[in-house]
């Protein structure tokens, strides 16, 4: 089993910046890439960024430019750097990760970002 935590949502108005962070245990060598997701009110969940244990990161188009992945694998954690933020970045920000051989999802809690206008 692996474990996920998200640290760092908040509020920030238009145009600021957050940095969320996703520390992981448990039999961590049971994953490879992690990704954030996020899920806005009265909308599905949707792929973020994600990035691979070497560094190989993608996008999803709302966000290129303006957010950053990154990841520390020697302290099992994961951070997005989110900045120019819009009221449409609100949502529950999720970390993910798959299991390499069941193919079993890990999930955070969630942690909220909203953005006033």
């Known amino acids: 089993q692996v474990q996920l935590v998200e640290f760092g949502g908040g509020l920030v108005q238009a145009g600021g910046s957050l940095r969320l962070a996703c520390s992981a245990s448990g039999n961590i060598f049971r994953i490879n890439a992690m990704t954030w997701y996020r899920q806005a009110p009265g909308k599905q969940r949707e792929l973020v960024a994600s990035?691979?244990?070497?560094?190989?990161?993608n996008y999803a188009d709302s966000v290129k430019g303006r957010f950053t992945i990154s990841r520390e694998n020697a302290e099992n954690t994961m951070y997005l750097q989110m900045n120019s933020l819009k009221p449409e970045d609100t949502a529950v920000y999720y970390c993910?990760?798959?299991?390499?051989?069941?193919?079993?999802?890990?999930w955070g809690q969630g942690t909220r970002v909203t953005v006033s206008s």
């Open positions: 990035i691979t244990n070497s560094g190989t990161t």
């Open positions: 993910n990760s798959r299991d390499r051989w069941s193919s079993q999802d890990y």
